[in-house]
């Protein structure tokens, strides 16, 4: 019965999560200067980070930001903040090196529980995510479906991005893709450092409407 309104769903969030983003950025960052198991469990966290929308565009609290110019702005430049701090950590790390890919020059760098949360404050204070979810959640998904299917949907949603994003952390964290970045040394950090101010001074910018 509500088969179609669910390949609609799905088809907006494949367009959603394959445009390049602060979760694209973070996660593939986080892949290739720490590995493939900091890089998935990043992108756990981003998945983590979609259940954080789903809760709220069900308990109906996302409209009541989206219609808040206060509550909006103060959401945006706490997200913005966090991309600004991300993004002068990454321009302030020295060059990486070949040598820092062996397996014990890794070990201990990053805690799972750190990149973890990396990835789901991420996507959890992204407000262009919260107005994305409204959308989904009031113009997509009938008033009438049950609140049961709409939280299976919410699952689904998480679920996939997750593995799109592991996805992801493998291919960037594969030894001969990540041995390319560090011959570039430190100007991949700052290259992905710049993209993350960029992201969190256009976010800052963003206006409600």
């Not at 179609?4 to 445009?19: I, K």
């Not at 509550?71 to 321009?91: C, E, P, T």
């Not at 593995?163 to 390319?180: E, N, P, T």
Request: aromatic share 12%; hydrophobic share 55%; with cysteine.
């Amino acid at each position: 019965m509500y088969w179609m309104e669910f390949l609609t769903v799905a088809l907006v969030h494949l367009l959603a999560v394959a445009s390049p983003g602060p979760d694209f950025a973070v996660v593939v960052r986080e892949s290739v200067t720490q590995g493939r198991r900091v890089g998935s469990w990043t992108a756990l966290g981003v998945g983590s980070g979609i259940l954080v929308h789903v809760a709220y565009s069900l308990l109906g609290i996302g409209l009541i930001v989206s219609q808040s110019v206060m509550l909006f702005n103060l959401f945006k430049w706490l997200a913005a903040g966090y991309l600004l701090y991300l993004g002068v950590r990454a321009l302030r790390t020295r060059p990486m090196g070949v040598a820092a890919l062996e397996p014990e020059a890794q070990q201990s760098r990053v805690s799972w529980r750190r990149a973890f949360v990396t990835g789901f404050v991420t996507n959890g204070l992204n407000p262009k995510a919260t107005l994305f979810f409204l959308s989904l959640f009031t113009v997509v998904i009938s008033p009438q479906t049950p609140l049961a299917v709409q939280a299976g949907y919410g699952l689904y949603l998480a679920l996939a991005t997750a593995l799109w994003f592991c996805l992801v952390a493998w291919l960037f964290s594969r030894r001969r893709v990540r041995a390319g970045f560090a011959r570039m040394g430190h100007w991949f950090d700052r290259l992905m450092g710049a993209v993350l101010v960029g992201l969190g001074a256009r976010l800052a910018l963003t206006e409600l409407g």
